[in-house]
């Protein structure tokens, strides 16, 4: 079992940036792709990219491309999400994922294990 917790989520204004993390416990996560997903209220689960197990390889949702940069730290067992230029619309629940394979699911459903979320805000 993989426990993850994701952390450094809160309120910016726009043009912002904010760095969250995903510290996992309970396995390693150095042979597991990493993902992170977004939720705002009312609307669908969002991929919004993820990272290989070497991270050697991202991948990232348009709607972030440019902005949004995933890294891994196998030693400490954490994946971080740095995001700057925020806008509104980035404004949701975003939420790591663990998957003990070689590609990077854009899919939900190909994920095995889930954080509980951290609140991103950004006023205008």
């Known amino acids: 079992q993989v426990q993850l917790v994701e952390s450094g989520g809160g309120m910016v204004q726009a043009g912002g940036s904010l760095r969250l993390s995903c510290a996992a416990s309970?396995?390693?996560?150095?042979?597991?792709?990493m993902g992170w997903f977004r939720q705002a209220p009312g609307k669908e689960r969002e991929f919004v990219g993820g990272?290989?197990?070497?991270?050697?390889?991202?991948k990232y949702a348009d709607s972030v491309k440019g902005r949004f940069t995933i890294s891994r730290d196998n030693a400490k067992n954490t994946v971080f999400l740095q995001m700057n230029s925020l806008n509104p619309e980035d404004t949701a629940v975003y939420l790591c994922?663990?998957?003990?394979?070689?590609?990077?699911?854009?899919?939900?459903?190909?994920?095995?294990?889930w954080g509980q979320g951290t609140q991103v805000t950004v006023s205008s």
């Open positions: 309970g396995r390693t996560i150095s042979t597991y792709a």
């Open positions: 990272i290989k197990w070497n991270g050697g390889s991202t």
């Open positions: 994922a663990a998957r003990p394979t070689v590609t990077i699911p854009e899919n939900s459903s190909g994920y095995v294990y």
